[in-house]
């Protein structure tokens, strides 16, 4: 299959061709989200109300709450200022554990739809106690955005599909951008600017290179790894294998994963390692460990050496001169799209994957359960 191939053009009712566009549409879906962000008060507002905490909690269920933790490693990186990520049933049941040593903190509340029952219950707690809260949201006019103090919203964000894509990566640089805005960063402001034209260039390739690989060897296992701010996006990635293939995947730290993980490594398990610029050589190493032991591997990084490209079976290089907080919503695409050929290749419908519906909403809320991963 060509990369290009129906990358731009309508869905149709094949199993998966919404899912396969909305991957493909990511950089054109961040330009627009940005060039919003830009000519709307939204920012200038949120610096009004928040630009002096001294803390940020982001706060989403699934893949919003690995947006969370992106989002918490960057804000911190960007800002200089504490900021850190919960799932929101963390705040719901433990709240005492979670705003213990708590002062002047922005809860951020993530949610796709604005309707997922545990983020509307944590904003309504959160309002309860008086605090103040801003909500990111890809659907207007939803209860979560009534319920939040101040608002992001990133309509062009939203999918027809069941699984969370581009809604994942616009939130994250919507979160990113923003945090260079407060922080005054207009070097990375410029660079996020560029971010959509380098991640166009690399998705010329990747689909049909990502296709080859998961049509040639059927394994058994998958395990993404990565360390600070590239974990939250490495969770994701294992969770779009998980939702469209209905695989069994897992996510650990790079370094962490040789304390006990490693047991099971095989040429069964492809296992995936988001290897970040300022640590290249310690998470190297370990990717030359696991291809020791005879994994499969795969290397995904902004540029790899010899020795890099030594130990792994499949390349991902983004071969961009731009910041590395910049280039980190491009190191999902890759579990994107591993897990939309697997899925196809099993026999699913990426677009509509089983047990799932596309928003969390618990009986107590509405008459009828859905069950969701976002």
């Known amino acids: 299959m060509n990369s290009n191939d129906g990358a731009r053009s309508e869905p149709t009712s094949a199993p998966g061709a919404y899912s396969l566009s909305e991957i493909l549409s990511q950089p054109q879906c961040w330009s627009d989200c940005l060039k919003q962000l830009e000519s709307s008060k ?122 969370m894509t581009r809604s994942f990566t616009s939130m994250l640089l919507a979160l990113q951008y923003l945090a260079a805005s407060l922080g005054g960063k207009t070097e990375l402001i410029n660079a996020l600017k560029l971010l959509p034209a380098a991640a166009e260039k690399l998705l010329q390739g990747l689909p049909a290179q990502v296709r080859e690989l998961v049509y040639r060897e059927q394994f058994k296992d998958y395990v993404c790894l990565g ?65 020791g032991l005879g994994g499969t591997t795969v290397a995904i990084a902004n540029r790899l050496d010899g020795r890099a490209r030594a130990a792994a079976d499949f390349c991902v290089e983004l071969d961009s ?16 799209l591993a897990g939309f050929y697997n899925g196809l290749r099993k026999g699913f419908d990426p677009d509509r994957p089983r047990n799932l519906s596309r928003v969390v909403i618990l009986k107590e809320d509405e008459e009828r359960p859905e069950h969701a991963a976002i």
């Not at 509340?109 to 545990?118: A, D």
């Not at 209860?143 to 309509?155: C, R």
């Not at 001169?321 to 994107?336: C, H, T």
């Open 42 to 163: 939204t920012i200038d507002e949120i610096g009004k109300r928040f630009g002096k905490s001294s803390e940020w909690v982001f706060i989403g269920c699934g893949s919003s709450y690995y947006i969370a933790l992106a989002a918490a490693a960057s804000w911190s990186a960007i800002t200089g200022v504490r900021a850190r990520a919960v799932p929101a049933s963390e705040l719901l049941l433990f709240p005492e554990l979670v705003l213990s040593g708590a002062e002047d903190f922005v809860p951020v509340l993530i949610s796709r739809s604005g309707r997922t029952s545990e983020v509307l219950r944590a904003a309504q707690f959160l309002t309860q106690k008086k605090i103040p809260s801003l909500g990111i949201s890809c659907a207007p006019k939803q209860k979560l955005e009534k319920l939040a103090s101040l608002s992001i919203l990133l309509p062009r964000a939203d999918e027809q599909s069941t699984v």
């Open 227 to 291: 360390q600070g701010p590239y974990y939250g996006v490495a969770c994701e990635a294992t969770l779009k294998l998980t939702e469209m293939s209905c695989s069994y995947a897992q996510c650990f730290h790079t370094l962490e994963f040789r304390h006990g993980p490693k047991s099971i490594v095989g040429r069964e398990t492809l296992i995936s390692f988001l290897l970040s610029e300022a640590n290249y050589d310690e998470e190297r190493e370990v990717l030359e460990e696991i291809k």
């Open 321 to 336: 001169d731009l910041p590395e907080y910049a280039r980190l919503a491009s190191f999902v695409f890759a579990g994107q």
